[in-house]
């Protein structure tokens, strides 16, 4: 189930045409919040999470892709996924399904 906050945010910015890097972005990083609104109601979290996520993306796509062009493949989807979950679910509080040991999302405090 909670993975499906993730294929949310992507399904929205699939849809996505290529605009501006600026207004990419913004809509990337909204359409990443509507997607995880509901798993934390906190708004800094949901902000660290979706810039994590974001920076995943630009490293799969670091340039603007056309979205609507099925120009991406099922192993990029696949490799943008498992990026966001091992690097950014955690900040959300929510563990990747390897169990990782490492630390609690507590970890850091602001």
């Known amino acids: 189930m909670k993975y499906l906050i993730l ?9 996505c045409s290529s605009k501006e890097e600026k ?14 609104y509901g798993a934390t109601d906190d708004p800094q979290l949901i902000a660290e999470y979706c810039e994590c996520a974001y920076k ?3 490293q799969i796509f670091p340039k603007i892709v056309d979205l609507d062009q099925s120009n991406i493949t099922a192993e990029q989807e ?4 498992s990026g966001v979950e091992e690097n950014c679910l955690p900040i959300l509080g929510i563990e990747s ?8 999302h507590d970890g850091h405090d602001h």
């Open 7 to 15: 294929l949310t945010a992507f399904s929205f910015l699939f849809q």
């Open 23 to 36: 207004e990419y972005k913004a809509s990337f990083l909204e359409g990443c919040a509507q997607s995880v």
């Open 56 to 58: 995943e993306y630009k």
């Open 78 to 81: 696949a490799q943008l996924q």
């Open 97 to 104: 399904h390897d169990d990782h040991d490492h630390h609690d």
